[in-house]
């Protein structure tokens, strides 16, 4: 579904796409920034009155999920780890959002972020990481990756499949975690109320 370097083409694809795919480096097609620094007292644990945009920082757990703000920095963008242990890692983030320092944003400049190319960006960021005793993967080298895409309707069907995929990885772990905490949950009820099942 992702085009070899070589030949420009993917060897699994959809039947009426048929055109080599492009080159070009991120930051030709995207906007290149960084989050900002949040207090502890800026960020909520949970959504709450005006606190209803998602911070994300440099943490890969919980999807790098910190908390809420009342204030968001993008939207539809995708972000990436810049320092630390996890630096290079990839995500896509669909609607408003703010980003800790620790993070780069790449945003619509002359394409749209989608799932296609956070996906096609962390095939290969590791490659590209400055692995020190703090590994970075800084803007400036982040701008000079080079990436293969197809035309527009193409990502979007990519990016359409994966979508459906994550839903269902995510749907399937949200199900997991119910019955865990649920028999969890009736485990200790029946035990406190004196009844051992």
């Not at 070009?24 to 949970?46: A, D, H, M, Q, T």
């Not at 619509?108 to 400055?130: A, D, H, R, W």
């Not at 975690?177 to 035990?191: A, C, E, L, N, T």
Request: proline fraction near 3%; include cysteine.
């Amino acid at each position: 579904m992702f085009a070899d370097e070589k030949t420009l083409k993917p060897a699994i694809r959809f039947k009426e796409f048929t055109n080599d795919w492009e080159q070009r480096r991120l930051g030709e097609l995207f906007n290149i920034s960084r989050g900002y620094v949040l207090g502890k007292k800026e960020i909520k644990s949970f959504k709450f009155g005006d606190f209803i945009y998602p911070v994300y920082s440099s943490q890969t757990e919980n999807n790098g999920l910190l908390g809420y703000n009342n204030k968001y920095l993008d939207k539809d963008a995708i972000t990436w780890t810049t320092d630390g242990a996890n630096a290079g890692t990839v995500f896509y983030r669909k609607g408003y959002f703010y980003a800790t320092n620790v993070c780069g944003i790449l945003s619509e400049k002359l394409m749209k972020p989608n799932l296609f190319y956070s996906n096609s960006i962390g095939k290969i960021t590791q490659k590209f990481v400055n692995k020190t005793n703090n590994p970075k993967l800084m803007s400036n080298v982040m701008s000079q990756i080079i990436v293969n895409y197809p035309n527009v309707n193409e990502q979007s069907k990519i990016s359409d499949i994966l979508e459906s995929i994550f839903a269902s990885i995510t749907l399937h772990q949200c199900m997991h975690y119910y019955w865990f905490f649920s028999f969890f949950i009736h485990k200790k009820v029946f035990i406190y109320m004196g009844v051992e099942r």
